[in-house]
């Protein structure tokens, strides 16, 4: 079982940047795939990124966001620059067994936090 607390939302003008954590418990994390997926109202959830070693990521946020982590510190993190108006969503944290894409491939999720950017 792996319990995941995100922080870090806010909001943001256009062109500005935030820094996501997300905390894990569990002395296994650095075992996990660890992803970012965000929602916007009305619309379904979305991939951001993962990360196991190597990170990667949704065509829509490369070059923009970086994923990294710090097995010591059971964190992972979303970078986020240069963010649009449309990068507004409740982004989430998820841990998988899998290195996938689809919401259906992570097995734990945390609760969500707001990132609203303003134009």
């Known amino acids: 079982q792996v319990q995941l607390i995100e922080s870090g939302g806010g909001l943001v003008q256009a062109g500005g940047s935030l820094r996501l954590s997300c905390a894990a418990s569990g002395r296994t994390f650095s075992a996990y795939v660890m992803g970012w997926f965000r929602q916007a109202p009305g619309k379904e959830r979305e991939f951001v990124g993962s990360?196991?070693?190597?990170?990667s990521y949704a065509n829509s946020v490369k070059g923009r966001f970086t994923i990294s982590r710090d097995n010591a510190r059971n964190t992972v993190y979303l970078q986020m620059n240069s963010l649009k108006p449309e990068d507004t969503a409740v982004y989430y944290c998820?841990?998988?067994?899998?290195?996938?894409?689809?919401?259906?491939?992570?097995?734990?999720w945390g609760q969500g936090t707001q990132v609203t950017v303003s134009s």
């Open positions: 998820a841990a998988s067994t899998v290195r996938g894409v689809d919401v259906n491939d992570f097995d734990f």
């Open positions: 990360i196991k070693w190597i990170p």
